[in-house]
Structures are given as structure tokens and as C-alpha cells.
């Protein structure tokens, strides 16, 4: 089937949407964890910044990239008329 | 919109897990009054086990099934919230359950790694894999390699890649089974490797897909309800706080707080630890210098030194008034004498090693790549983020989990299963950097400085058990325990919270179940992965396409008993280190699968060539890494550029993604066939789908 410009477009969103969650991804894990010695002095409940990311608030952050994606999905899938149907 | 079979099974499965939720909480009460009512902790620990691994196999029998789609896919109906609870299971290994607060315990901030790298993987996961997979929808990885690049041989590579690492990990897997029903049980380990694969069978042989399914579910439960409890209790015990995971921040503080006296020669408690510190050195030297010599001397400074401890015990065996004790601790002394130069190398070498390793200041918990310059810190800390990502992308590529997202009814669906496999998974992620500070707070401040007259019980009860895991020394004299007079085990941290906690015993038999549940759930998966691969990509899809179903699941259940007996015998042989296995697996799995998985979704350009060099190329370039670095295989060359083996995968990643592209823009850009593939996959409902699904 040939594609259509609605279908195009429904893909380069997704895509951006995509790279944009991946960047955030990138920056928490590696960019944090490469500047790890620098911002174990700034303290947050208690924790170390560094410790906290690593230990708690990466995961966190994983977990709301995952869900805001799934949530952002669905709306594009219907938007763009590519949702499927009953099953 | 779901339609109205599917939301009744929906709450009829919401239904059925509530109670037994509620019917299991209810067991554990009950064992707790039998235990108050005097009942034996073994028998305790034998109800326990056998009536969780009865069930098990119960739901086993329950979902037994002769459809091919339910034995490979669970019928595709699994709901996205349970299909999160099953990954949960199924990812969570006896690693995740019993190592890993051990391994954070011991390496503080860089032990993080494991945590951020088997969470972080399943952004991989939900953003590049899991929705396009679930969209091709067919029954295993093997299977997407197939049709996305065409002909046997990328499919031949795959089962071949799914079979090794699979089969590494599952090695792993029954290992830890073995080990945690001999230690409750007191079964041998051998006896305990063949019950608990006994209930994995009866699951996996009866009912396939469908019923690991439902039993990863139940077990999800269990594991999940026996690492909360103790921690909750620590934490309550410490800070009078129930929820550790906020609670422990202040804890943290504590601990670095206590890192710092006992770093300090100053004070009186530091003055102490110096001065065990410096026998510990003093130690670690004549060990070396014994080393020197017998390079030097070779077997006859050996014989020599025998000859030594020989004459020693045998004058004190001529003097009668000699004290029994001293004459035990000499006929010891020559009873443990390495018989010959390469296991006396060995001996005094690890004795060498950790001699040193207690003779150096405590290692901040908090601080991230610690080292005495500014090298050994940039080396650690390469080797912390090559260590993620190699997980990362593991993850995103072990068939055993990707495979589970075939399962849900739809692609929407499969999104939001991915949110919830995390954030089923991140629960105890989360949790076990808290127990490992919790649990360092416990020692720093109550154990050391007790007395040895009065050790805590947990103390005593675990060093009668197994040395390796706990042993406290007098090593100064003094009476009083030093920090670098404990030697602790990992594993020790979770086998032992319930009683630091100061719990009954019946948690400690639950914890056993919840590492148990976290074992067999994870080597179910990885079993069917192996059988599955064996017997649909090989023998239906290659050998013979005409098969009838029923010799299809033949053929698949007969193999699972072959794997299972196999992967057994394997592992009554006890090879080598768990951790090394699984960081393999990881290594593996990432370099073969994630480059031509991705790139076939992503890149409509990439083809077959393409595909056969990036996944030969980058699991040769792993395990050639892994061949000649890992000491294991004895070869020892040079780093590259200082990355440990157990991130061999980094390398196997970037040559599998280079060889992909290469090997693509070489050769012709692959038919239109393979092109309106790839856009079937991209979009969750086409119209002319309808048409496509029914070939």
C-alpha cells in the first residue's frame, strides 16, 4: 500500500518524539553519571545529588518517559486515524 | 476501547489474583502462629517452599494447553498490567533478588551501575522494540530477523544467539534454585537443582507460554511481598520511618558520618581500626614475600615450608603437656597447606589480595569512582558507564523478554505493558540501595564496638552457617569488634535482613520463597526461549514448514525436557562465577540482537548482508573480547582501552551497528516486500492490514 503524507507525518512525530525521550534518557544517565564526582556536594533529602540520580531519581524519570510515551502514542495513533480497533 | 470478552477477563483475572494475594498473606500468618506455637523452623522452611513450588505447578496444570497460539504467545491476551507483573518476574533474576543490595552494599556508589542499567533498559525497550515487535506478531525474535531480512540464515544466527545467551543465563538461574533449597531445605544441592526444575517443568511442559505466564504473575507477588517486608522493618526499626526509600536519605548521612571516626586514627574507635589495619598489612606482606619465594624457589621452597608446619605440630604432639587447641590449630595448619605450586599461587594470592583490600581506609558509600588519583578515578568511572550501557542495551535485547511482548492483545497495549513492566520492576530497584545503606547503618553502629563476648545473634547464627558469608576475627585482641575484622559476604545482606530486623523466622522462610519465585520465574522464560527457538525457528520455519501442530508441540515440549536436563547437568558441574554468567549474557545478547533489531525497524535501508555481517561481526567481537580478557580462560591480554570483560559488549555493540550499516550500503537496498514490512510494523493499524494478517 502506498502511504499517504498523514502516514509521513505520523512517523516523523513519532520519531521526534522518540529522539526527544532518548535525549532526556541519554543526559540522566550518562551525562549525570559522567559528572558524578562534581555533584555528590550538592544535597538533596539527605542524599548526595550524584547517589540520589543514580540510586532513585533516574528510575523515576525512566518510569514517567516510559508512561509519557505510551500516553503521547495514543493520542498521535488517533489523531492520525492509525489506531486500531476492537479486538 | 477493549472489547467486552476481554475487559470480563480482565476483572475476572483481577479478581483471582486479589484473592490470592490475600490467601497467600493469609498462609504466611498462619506458618507465623505454627511458628509461635513452637513448630521447627526446618519444617517451616519445608512448608514454605513446597507449598509455594506446588503451586506454582498448580497453575501449571491449570493452563495446560494443546493451542499452538496460547503454548507460544499466551493467546495474545494477556492485559497490559499483568503482562508488567510477568516481566517483572521474569526479568528479576536470583541476581536481582539476593545480589544485588549485597553488591551495593559492597561497592557503595559504583555498584549502582546494575541498578541504573537493568532499569534504564526498558526506555529501549518501550521507545525502539516493544510496540513495532508487538505489530509484526508473530512468535518469537528469531522470527522478526527472519521476515525482516529474509532466508535462514539471519534466523539461524538469531536462534543460535537466543540459545547462547539464554542458556548462559538459565545456567545462572538453576545455580541460585540449587543453592537456596539445599541452604533452607538442607536437601544437597544437587537434590535441590532437580526439585526446583521439576516445578519448572510441569509449568513450562503442561502449558507453555500461557502458563509461565500466569504462574510469573503469582510469582511476581511473592517476591515482590518478601523483599518489601524486611526493609519496611529495618527501616521502621532505624528511622521510625515505614517507607525506607525516602527514610534513608538521613541514614546515608549517618553511615558517611561513621565512615569518617572510623577513617580517623584520632579517635579512639579509628585508633583501633589503624591499629587492626596495620596487622592486616603487616599480613598481607609476608603473604607477598611467600609469594616472592615460591617464584623464586618453586617446589622445593614449598616442600620446605610443609616440612616446617610438619615438624611444629609434631613437637608439640611430643611435649604432654602441650594445650589440645594449639595442637589442633598446628595439624590444621598442615592439613590446609596447598598441596602443589599453582594452588599454593592461588591461595596466597586471594589471601594477599583481601588482606589488602581491609587494610585500607573504609570506601566512602556515597562516593562515586573513589580512588587514591585522578586515573584510577577516570578509569572507574569509563568503566561505570560502559558497564550501563552494556546492560542498557542487554536488556533491550534478551529474547526472553522481548519475547513476552508478543503477548498483550494490541500494540496500545503493549506500550503501556512496558510502563508497567518498569514500574513493577523499579519497586524493588528502588528499594535495594536502600537496604544495603540500611543494612550498613546496622553494622557500623551495633556490631562494631559490640563485644565479642556478646555478639548479636544474626551474627553468630550466620557465622556457624558459611564463613564466606559472615566471619568476625579478633584479629587485634581487643575483645571489641573492628570494621576491618568483619568479613561479609554479598548475598549475606538480603538472607539476613529478617533477622537484623529482628524478625520471626517465618520471614526468613519467605524471603527463601521470594528468591525462589525470582529463580524459577526467570528460568521458566528462558527455557521456552531456548525450546521455542529450537523447535519453531528450526524445526518448523527450516526443517519441515507442513508440520501438523500437534507434532510441532511435540517436538517443542520434548525438547524443554532435554534443555532442562542439560542446563542440570551443566550445573551440577558448578562453573565458575554467577556474576560473570550474567554480565555474559547481557554482553551477548546486546551485541547480536540490538543493532540488526533497531536498524530493521528504524533504517528501511538495512538488509540481509547488512544484517549477517552486524550480527556475526558483533557477538565475534564479544566474545572474542570476553575470550581473551576474562581470566577464566586463562589468556590475560591487555585491556582495551581499560574496559573491564564484563563490558565486552561495548565493543560487540559498535561493531554490530557499523557492521549493519556497512554491509547494507555494499550491497542492494532490499526488495519491496521487505520495504512494506517495515511499514507495517511502523504504524499500529493500516488499512490494509486486514488483508496482510490473513496470509
Redesign the interface.
Known sequence: ?Q?TEK?RQ??HK??RL?MA??LI?FVV??VV??F??DL?FIT?????L???M???G???I??L???Y??NC??KL?REFG?????? | ???PV?SRFVSQLKRYYALYTGGFIGFVVLLAILEQMGVPNKLLGYIFLGVTVLLYAGIGILSRTSDVAEYYVAGRRVPAFFNGMAVGADWMSAASFIGLAGTLYLSG?DG?AF??GW??G???V???LA?YLRKFGQFTIPDFLGARYGGNIPRSIGVFAAILCSFTYVIAQIYGVGLITSRFTGLDFGMGVFVGLGSILVCSFLGGMRAVTWTQVAQYVILIIAYMIPVVWLSMKHTGDPIP??AY?????KVTAREQVLNDPTTPEGAREAEVRAILKQRQEATEARLKALESGGNAYLVSERNKLKKAAADLKTKHDANPKMLEAANQAVADFPSDVSSARNAWRISAESDKAKSGPIAAH????AGPDEAT?SKK?KN??AL??CL?VGTAALPHILMRFYTT????EA??S??WS??FI?LL??TA?ALAVLAKYDVYTLLVGSSFSELPSWVSAWASVDKSLMSVTDINHDGIVQLSEITIGGDLIVLATPEIAGLPYVITALVAAGGLAAALSTADGLMLTISNSLSHDVYYKMIDPRAPTNRRLFISKALLVVVAGFAAYITSLKPGDILFLVGAAFSLAASAFFPALALGI?WRRANKTGAILGMLSGLGTCMFYMYITYPFFGVNAPLWWDINPISAGLFGILVGFAGVIVGSLLTAAPDKGTQ?MV?YV???????DIKSKSV
Open positions: 500500500m502511504l502516514h505520523y512517523w513519532n520519531l522518540t525521550l532518548l534518557w544517565t550518562f553519571g559522567w558524578a564526582r555528590r538533596i533529602l539527605g542524599f548526595p550524584s547517589f540520589y543514580a540510586a532513585q533516574a528510575l523515576l525512566f518510569v518517559l516510559v508512561g510515551y505510551a502514542m495514543d495513533d492509525v489506531q486500531e480497533g476492537d479486538r | 476501547m477493549a472489547s476481554q556508589y549502582l541498578v541504573l532499569t534504564g526498558f526506555v529501549l518501550a521507545l525502539l510496540p526509600q525516602i536519605g538521613y541514614v546515608l548521612e556515597a562516593e562515586p569512582f578515578r568511572r561505570f558507564l550501563v550501557l542498557m492483545p494490541t500494540v496500545k506500550r503501556h512496558v510502563f518498569l514500574l523499579s530497584y528502588i540501595p528504524f512494506e511499514d511502523r504504524y499500529p493499524n493500516l488499512e490494509n
